[in-house]
């Protein structure tokens, strides 16, 4: 199934998601993602859409509305400054995902910062541009500006967050992205490294209770072997699982599915449940099947850590363009792939 990438927004046609957890008999395990549902205007199934040889499906539709906002809570604690395991930077690596998710979805999100600590031990982190349409430009210059140093106090810098968004006005959905390396720390002036994990959880379940849903994304290695520790604080910020990325790549898939959650119809699309199989996925869109395409030119691919279908090259131009309908996914034989 799928956890759709599907929010409120203006868009001129409409945009159906669906995925087909499916038996050769032709049956659906049907059910809707935690992102936003599944179903139509009234919440239930779309009726009179059948995936490509298999029986219907239950569909997720775009509605007109409103921009959401998205907070970005950046960790830029000191171990921010530390390599990945592929030699690479990773607060470059972080500056440079962040700057292409905001360029390419100003449009559709209003996007804020923050960064935290807001000094270089565990102040709180401070909203450094404002919630705002087609602010990419200011964000980036601030990302620019920016070097790690610090600890990682994500329940006060959670708090300010919510405290920010108690004093802005909003027509759309309202969002916080968690971007971080570390574990929550900062629970004592005398001892920086003091862990605040249940701290952490409870200030974003306050978000959520303010209606405002929290994405949680661990990159690097050391964040990721705490798995339990990110889950607990992505439930409790009403979006499911929590988001993975340990490289480059995997970062760019992450950023741009919770982008497509919030925003714009989006070409990365996590699915609700782990294929038994990740070879025997068929993809399609309407009613033609996509060859999967690991070289990324046209086609799409498989992210087993993020449990992730996206779309490269045309196929993804197909989506972001308003060409394709319906897009589905079956895992249980009745297409069968299909392998550039």
């Not at 859409?49 to 775009?62: N, R």
């Not at 919630?131 to 790690?148: E, F, G, K, M, R």
């Not at 869109?285 to 279908?309: A, C, K, L």
């Amino acid at each position: 199934m799928l956890r759709s990438p599907l929010a409120p927004l203006r868009l001129a046609s409409t945009l159906l998601l669906a995925a087909l957890g499916t038996a050769c008999d032709g049956s659906v395990d049907g059910g809707g993602g935690g992102g936003g549902g599944g179903g139509g205007a009234d919440g239930g199934p779309v009726p009179g859409v059948d995936a490509p040889g298999c029986d219907q499906v239950e569909s997720v539709q775009a509605e007109p509305g409103d921009p959401a906002d998205l907070l970005l809570v950046v960790d830029k604690s000191g171990s921010m400054d530390d390599r990945l395991d592929t030699g690479q930077d990773k607060w470059q690596v972080m500056r440079g995902a962040l700057t292409t998710v905001v360029n390419q979805y100003e449009s559709g999100i209003r996007f804020g910062l923050m960064t935290y600590p807001a000094d270089n031990e565990c102040a709180p982190g401070s909203v450094r541009a404002e919630v705002a349409a087609q602010n990419a430009d200011a964000i980036v210059d601030i990302l620019q500006d920016t070097s790690p140093n610090g600890g990682t106090p994500t329940h006060t810098s959670i708090d300010a967050a919510r405290a920010y968004y108690q004093g802005v006005s909003s027509d759309g959905a309202r969002y916080v992205l968690l971007a971080t390396d570390g574990e929550p720390n900062c629970g004592d002036p005398n001892d920086s490294q003091e862990p605040t994990v249940d701290e952490s959880i409870a200030a974003i379940a306050a978000l959520l209770g303010d209606g405002i849903q929290t994405f949680v994304l661990g990159f690097g290695g050391t964040i990721n072997n705490y798995p339990e520790i990110l889950d607990a604080m992505a439930e409790a910020g009403g979006t499911g699982d929590y988001f993975a990325a340990n490289s480059p790549e995997e970062l760019a898939t992450a950023l741009d599915a919770i982008a497509g959650e919030v925003g714009l119809p989006s070409c990365s699309f996590r699915l609700d449940e782990v294929p038994p199989d990740p070879d025997s996925i068929s993809a399609f869109q309407d009613s033609d099947q996509v060859p999967r395409d690991p070289s990324h030119q046209n086609g799409w691919d498989y992210d087993e850590t993020n449990n992730t279908v996206t779309f490269y090259g045309p196929a993804c131009d197909a989506i972001r363009g308003g060409e394709v309908a319906l897009v589905s996914f079956d895992w249980g034989g009745c297409g069968g792939p299909v392998v550039d």
